[in-house]
């Protein structure tokens, strides 16, 4: 609905026509306050943050660290991964047999060679895998093929040995145990959900400065209709007082001081234009366009919603203790800690490993009947034993590495002491700060009204010549000021409520921004696709982060 303001068309009744000039702008002026007189284009805030949160280039990279991070847990899970090991060894050597030798050669009548010939090589191939345990696991078969000076005879091609094995070695002490050997995995996985809850506290750092200014935009823009507007009643009254002075109504230093007037609220306005386009600007930087002060800019289509709600300390303490991306980073930092500090203590003990094997072996003249020989495990060979190390000058490396777990252990709980006594005390300053504020809109709105009745009063008291135009400027002056003031607090009001959610943590829930890990996992896992992230995957990946946004966006209902 648009409201219009008309004037009586008697131009008998002149005194009453300059006059109700002002008043009647007024009238217009409190009744169309919230008219969009600016140029731009009005963008909602849901709208405003969704475009940073896909455009933004810092949060771009912080999303890549986070999958950078998971990516390195999944590398650790690939310790377990089983090997395949080949190899090949060739022996040429030549060497004198000593007398005893040439007698065991040469029989019973002795005259064996003087010199040893021989020419060997050996095939290998083996699994080798890691257990759970620590046990290092090798299942291997070997094929040699064994040419000299003495065999030859019976063995023109040389003699061939297969041979097939499976070798364990379990740590019992050092190195042993579940823990231990997955210490690298599970640090991985506790370092990946730190750099997940690092990506949160960054993105809600992003997200709430966006919306910070945003809410600089709504004020500079809001400042300008003001100043505008201030201007315009300045302008009015120059103009009335020139008419009262042609009718005698009215002395020269009436039109002097309006001319004042208006200077000066034109001063106020051109201010206000600049502060508008640095708010353009900045919010321009968080989406990052590129904006200049001759372009069409950005309007906050929204206006700040001021609310009465109670708010119970003690629940939004546990909610800040359970959401805060910092307190939740630090608990989980002090998980690492103590997984850090159990696998020190281990490293303090000395290695004992039992050691166990079976394999069997075959002779031949070829490789086929080496492992057909090898495959009726008539030569069978087992292996049991304990191999102990430690350290004769008592460790002093494992020692001192495990003093040092224990005070960083020690420090991530002071720290985390700490935080929780931060967030308890900076929360109780945000929701008092919020408190106060919505309690003072009410009280600049009265203090708006006053100003506004007073200047109606001085402009009823301009025309019986009771007031100067001087006191008439100053009552405006009032109304302005006021106005100003109560749109700052507004805007105050705004700013601590973002604090409260940014220490909350639930800054991103309330705006729908918020994504588990593993939601943010699935959304990312088309960059690693492929194992090349091409500008095509990662506009994709933008493309889908947005339109998961759009699912989340509660629905506009629209009232009949």
Known sequence: MTLKCLRPHNNNIVTFAVTFDLLLFLSC??????????????????????????????????????????????AEKGIFEPEYVAGLDAVDRRRANTEEQQRNLGGIFGG????????????????????????????????????????????PNGEWVTTVGLAVTQPLLKNGGVTVTTAGIRAAAISSKISFQDYRKNIMEVISQAEAAYWDLY??????????????VAQTLLTDNKKRVELGKAAEIDVLQAEAGVAGRTAILNEANQRLVAARSRTATFT??????????????????????????????????????????LMQQAELEGLRLKVAKNQRLPSLDLKGGYGFSGLGNNPG??????KEQNFPSWSLGLEFRVSLAGGSKSKHEMKAAELRREATVRALNGLGLTLANTLRSAVFSVQSYRENVDRHSKVVKVNEDVLATQLARLDAGKVSSREVLQAEEDVFRARIAALDNVIRYQRSLLEMDLVLGNLLKERNLDFTQKELQDSTAVLVSGGQITPEKYNSFLETMRMEYEKRRPSVITNP
Do not use: C, H
């Open 288 to 329: 990052s366009d590129s904006w200049s002060a001759t372009a069409t800019g950005m309007l906050a289509a929204d206006e700040p919603s001021i609310e009465n709600q109670e708010y119970d300390l003690n629940k939004l303490t546990m909610v800040a203790y359970e959401l805060n991306p910092s307190y939740a980073s």
């Open 369 to 374: 009947n080496s492992w057909d020989a090898a």
């Open 112 to 155: 064996g060679p003087s010199v040893y010939n021989e020419r060997n090589r050996t095939y290998s191939s083996a699994f080798e895998t890691l257990a759970p345990t620590g046990a290092k696991i090798r299942l291997g078969y070997s094929l040699q093929s064994l040419e000299n000076n003495v065999n030859v005879a019976n063995n």
């Open 219 to 232: 004020q500079a823009q809001e400042q300008a209709k003001i100043a505008k507007q201030s201007l315009r």
């Open 29 to 74: 002026f409190s009744a169309n306050a919230s008219t969009n007189e600016l140029a731009g284009v009005p963008v909602k805030l849901d709208t405003y943050l969704q475009q940073v949160w896909s455009r933004n280039e810092s949060l771009q990279i912080r999303m890549l660290e986070s999958i950078i991070s998971d990516e390195r847990y999944k």
